[in-house]
C-alpha cells in the first residue's frame, strides 16, 4: 500500500529538550516536504526536498532542520524546541514530473512543547 | 504572492442537499489545483487534482472545476451524507525556482447534518 508514515504521532516535551520527527514514503517519490498546521494560519512549508542531498528552505524554516540521506526518508529535528513550536506536523510526499503529481500527506504529528 | 481564500469558512447543510464550495487565488500561474478532504486530527486526503490546462475534474459525487482567469475553483459535492462532514482545503501548486510549492487555503469546515 502506497503511504507516507510519520513517527511519532504524538509528542509531548519540554523546551530546548531535541527531538526528531521521521518521515518515510514507499512511493520512490524525489519530493518530499513537512507543514505545519495552525488555528487561524492554515498549513505552512516548513522545508522541501526534491531528491536526495537536495534540501531548501519553504516559508517557516526557523527552528527546523531537515535532512535527506536517503530517498525515502524525510526527518524534522527540532534541535531546540520552544513552545511556539507547538503545532500538527505533516510530512507530504510527490513525484516530480509535471501538473500531474498528486501529494502524499502522512497522518501527522501532533507535537506539544511545554 | 500567492494567496488561496476559501469561502465560507464553515458550513453546515442537512443531509442530501447539492452543496459548492468555493476557493479563489491570486495569482494564475499555477500547475494544477487540488481539492483535500481533512477529517478532525488526521491527514490530508486528495480528492481532486486538476490540472491548470483542465477545466474540471469528476470522481463520484464530487466534481471540481477550475477558472484559472479568474482564479476560481469551486468544489461541487452531490446528495451530501453525514460522511462527508470533515474540512476541505484547496491548494494551488506553482513552480518556484524549479520546486513544487503547494499553497494552501485555510479550509471550509463542513458539517452534514442527517
Known amino acids: 500500500e502506497a503511504q507516507v508514515t510519520q513517527n511519532p504521532r504524538y509528542l509531548i516535551t519540554v523546551t530546548g529538550k531535541k527531538l526528531t520527527v521521521t518521515c518515510s514514503q514507499n512511493m520512490n517519490h524525489e519530493y518530499m516536504s513537512w507543514y505545519r498546521q495552525d488555528p487561524g494560519l492554515g498549513l505552512r512549508q516548513i522545508y522541501y526536498s526534491m531528491n536526495v542531498e537536495v534540501t531548501d528552505k519553504g516559508d517557516v524554516p526557523e527552528g527546523y532542520k531537515v535532512s535527506r540521506k536517503e530517498k525515502r526518508n524525510f526527518p524534522l529535528i527540532l534541535e531546540s524546541p520552544s513552545p511556539n513550536q507547538t503545532s500538527l506536523y505533516f510530512c507530504?510526499?510527490?513525484?516530480?514530473?509535471?501538473?500531474?503529481?498528486?501529494?502524499?500527506f502522512g497522518p501527522g504529528t501532533r507535537l506539544t512543547v511545554l | 504572492k500567492q494567496e488561496v481564500t476559501q469561502i465560507p469558512a464553515a458550513l453546515s447543510v442537512p443531509e442530501g442537499e447539492n452543496l459548492v464550495l468555493n476557493c479563489s487565488f491570486t495569482?494564475?500561474?499555477?500547475?494544477?489545483l487540488q481539492w483535500f478532504r481533512q477529517d478532525p486530527g488526521k491527514g490530508l486526503t486528495s480528492l481532486l487534482l486538476i490540472q491548470s490546462s483542465q477545466r474540471e475534474q469528476t470522481s463520484g459525487r464530487l466534481n471540481a472545476s477550475l477558472d484559472k482567469s479568474s482564479g476560481r475553483s469551486t468544489l461541487y459535492i452531490a446528495a451530501s451524507q453525514p460522511g462527508d462532514s470533515a474540512t476541505y482545503l484547496c491548494a494551488v501548486s506553482q513552480n518556484i525556482q524549479g520546486a513544487q510549492k503547494l499553497v494552501f487555503g485555510q479550509g471550509t469546515r463542513l458539517t452534514i447534518n442527517p
Open positions: 495569482d494564475s500561474a499555477i500547475y494544477n
Open positions: 507530504a510526499s510527490s513525484s516530480w514530473g509535471g501538473s500531474t503529481d498528486t501529494q502524499y
